[in-house]
């Protein structure tokens, strides 16, 4: 079957999604593609810490207690953020100890603290890889998948999941994904994460419901370890291996 494969460069990382054509109009296909990396390209301006007109930048800018409104994009990572903070007791922290933050029903969102900052580095990839599936599925693409440097949800179909030696180079394959989400993440002394203390490199897959949960589990996993991290887990209904 001849698959549609796209990539661009967003959020860090090259942003791919793939559509098997199967009869579908190819003008249709790019025109529901086009959708899918509009609303990651929208993710990336409103969580990113280095635009300054990102939903991020104007919280760090504002006052203390101000409230800064917020895209509904934004909200939702947040609320997931919440969630996640309260199920791990505070180990997922996008403010990473800097301080406290409130958000209303309104979609307001304000600082406690003047030294609050906040990183959604953690949690934004998988999400937009989330919502570029949700702009597909509303353009009645109903086969296809999107990955984000490792972070994949796959929608009608399975694709296989390779597993990249950041040591030795190469890659092996691992398993096969089908209509679930999955990231893995990379830590190491080498890599961007690192955990306090480590003293082997590691590779943490989770398979969860929707990407931006399997995103940030990861990094749950690679800090509490994958018996204590398990209550967790069962609550997000995910999955995740750990492998050295």
Known sequence: MTVLRRAQPWLGTLVEIGVPLGGLEMDWVNQAVADAFGVVGQVHRLMSRFDPDSDVSRFHRAAV??????????????????????????????????????????????????????????????????????????????TAWVNAGGDMRVMGTAVPVDLRDEVQGGVQRWAQVEDAAVATSYFGPDARSALHGQAQALHVTVAAPSCAVADALTKVVAQMGLDASQPCLRFFEAQAWVHA
């Open 65 to 142: 207690g101000q409230p800064v409104r917020i895209n509904q994009h934004t909200r939702q990572v947040l609320l997931l953020a919440q969630q996640l903070h309260q199920q791990t007791q505070g180990l997922f922290d996008i403010a990473q100890g800097s301080g406290a933050w409130t958000l209303d029903a309104d979609g307001y969102w304000a600082k406690l603290g003047a030294e609050v900052q906040i990183d959604l580095g953690g949690i934004a990839k998988g999400y937009a890889v989330d919502v570029a599936i949700g702009a597909l599925a509303a353009r009645e693409v109903r």
